[in-house]
């Protein structure tokens, strides 16, 4: 579902050297597949979730997404693939301050062009325990109910894919767990890939799958 080839990303620093940061030769998720990506500080977890979703180009290499390649998209023809095929939870949430949670959601899906579902939005709320919530501003929620909004903006367009970026980093320590069950339970019910990155042994511990990023990034591998 999920085929990255011989990627290589660098970036440049100010004095012009080049940083490479990604070298991956092989790397793929099955279909409703559930992975979690560790490694040190540093060693390119946000990058590859970056490079996966188009949001960044590779320098080199191929990233396939059931069987387009995203690299030969235009900005613009990527950016609809993301919106219609995409989930993305960002570490720090990027929910839009002027909007509520309900219209959020909503947001995302005007992205692809399709109908808006209003129902399924305000059922994806319901789900992460917010239909007392939906008309209230980011301001107006914690930090956990806005991870959540998060969460069901995600997976508003029924993606293939949900990346996770540390979802639990800025969540207290109460509610870390409901939102990696949420994640896993909707992906799971959905049959939607999940590949998360987290720092967490708490979190990591609870998937059969581990891919430690330093044995196959060539970048940082050890």
Known sequence: MLQ??????SFHEPDGTVLPILDIADYHVSPGEQV?????????????LHVIS???????????????DL????????????AERIGYVFQTFNLLAGFSALENVLLAMRFTGRRVDADRARQLLDRVGLAHRV????AQLSVGEQQ????????ANRPKLLLADEPTANVDSGHQQQVVDLLRETCR?????????????DVSDQFDRIDRLEEINAVVSV
């Open 4 to 9: 990255l080839a011989k990627i290589k990303k």
């Open 36 to 48: 979690v990506v560790v490694g040190r500080s540093g060693c390119g977890k946000t990058t590859l």
């Open 54 to 68: 188009g949001i960044s180009r590779p320098d080199s290499g191929r990233v396939k997404l059931d069987n387009i």
């Open 71 to 82: 690299t030969v998209l235009t900005e613009a023809e990527c950016d609809r693939y993301r």
């Open 135 to 138: 008309t209230h501003k980011p």
């Open 148 to 155: 959540r909004v998060a969460v069901a903006r995600a997976l």
């Open 189 to 201: 019910e959905e049959k939607v890939a999940l590949v998360m990155v987290t720092h967490s042994p």
